[in-house]
């Protein structure tokens, strides 16, 4: 029975030193991470803010490129960084929270007459099809030369465009585009068209192996898992597109 209670109390002891030295973690850390430059205050700033005030960490934003990102958390000079896809190149390099915190979806968009003519992948070509600059979709339409890509920098660029029939289709990420089209009242006048990609885009949330992260991992995870069955992310990613939408007339 003796033993029993010492084993009981050491247990007790251990745990305790533990959840004291996270959270003196806690008091101390601030998380290091990067977003894109000029997007200080974009939506990963904001998935950055989210998951900093579950964990009661500070945090601090710098602006580098993507490349730049990457280096930092390698050598861990950033701690966590959002909006990675797990490769085979990169799923030893970093340490990937699951689940994937969101689950984005390309969609093909055109005036709602006109997306009939779009049944099948072979009906873009031939078509102009506006595209976000610098952007990777899916390899069978990224290597197709037979479609006319327009590039643009925003999504409101691509509807201003189909609006004035300057291009057939635009190709965005469907979470991203309803609520932008939803708030411009052009539900009824740019839809999906008929065809449309299968396959989906997993973002994942990426801290260094070198950070004192590390010891929050099963938080963190706790967080994403939790984060993606009570919509929290959906909704910060719509209430985004949503703020940032204009006019276009």
């Known amino acids: ?17 533990e959840a004291n030295a996270v959270q003196a973690l806690k008091e101390k850390f601030v998380i290091r991470a990067g977003v894109a430059k000029g997007f200080q205050n974009g939506l990963h700033a904001k998935y ?4 900093a005030d579950k964990l009661s960490v500070k945090l601090t934003i710098s602006t580098m ?11 861990g000079k950033l701690d966590l960084m959002v ?32 997306s009939e003519s779009f049944t099948e992948y072979k009906d873009l070509q031939g078509k102009s099809v506006g595209v976000n600059r ?4 899916f390899s069978t339409f990224d290597l197709d030369d037979r479609i006319n890509k327009y590039s643009v920098s925003t999504l409101k660029q691509n509807i201003e465009l189909l609006l004035h029939k300057r291009i ?16 411009l009242g052009l539900n009824d006048k740019i839809t999906k068209t008929s065809y449309q990609p299968q396959h989906e885009n997993h973002h994942y949330l990426v ?26 992310l959906r909704n910060i990613r719509r209430e985004h ?7 276009v007339f």
């Open 1 to 17: 029975m003796k033993v029993i209670v010492c084993l009981a109390l050491l247990f007790y002891f251990i745990i305790s030193e």
């Open 48 to 51: 950055l803010t989210y998951f």
């Open 65 to 75: 490129s993507f490349a730049r990102r990457i280096h930092q958390l390698k050598t």
């Open 83 to 114: 909006g990675l896809q797990r490769t085979q190149s990169r799923q030893d390099e970093f340490i990937y929270i699951f689940p994937a915190y969101e689950t984005l979806r390309f969609r093909f968009y055109s005036l709602k007459e006109q």
């Open 134 to 137: 610098h952007a990777k979709y």
């Open 168 to 183: 057939d289709a635009f190709i965005h990420y469907e979470e991203s585009t309803f609520p932008v089209l939803e708030k």
């Open 207 to 232: 801290i260094s192996s070198h950070s004192p992260l590390t010891q929050l991992k099963v938080q963190l995870e706790t967080i994403v898992n939790n984060a993606v069955k009570n919509g929290d």
């Open 241 to 247: 597109y949503r703020q940032k939408t204009t006019s």
